[in-house]
């Protein structure tokens, strides 16, 4: 994991994931996990991940398999929060919690 501490709402995880530990741990190739990053969907690092960024990219795989595109996920995002909203409702804090605890504890 990289040294950077990075910021996603009111959680901090420190270190943070490197793109490709993301592309690893969600099975995504890290060519989608790029552009979504630069649609603002995972990542509001420009250089590390958290966990939170696990699940956006779940919900961001399972919405494309139902058929959402990618484009439309983002508008939502950007005009409801829609992933924030899914990830709260979905993974309460203390599930977080848990996760960024495992996390942290991976070589």
Known sequence: MTGTRCHYGDEVTAPGLSIEELAERTGEPAEHLREWQSLGLIG??????ISEDIERARLIQLFLRR??????????ERSQSLLGHYVETIFPREFRRRIRSRTRQRP
């Not at 509001?44 to 991940?49: E, I």
């Not at 058929?67 to 939502?76: K, N, P, T, V, W």
């Open 44 to 49: 509001r690092s420009k250089t590390s991940f």
């Open 67 to 76: 058929g959402i595109g990618l484009e439309s996920i983002a508008q939502a």
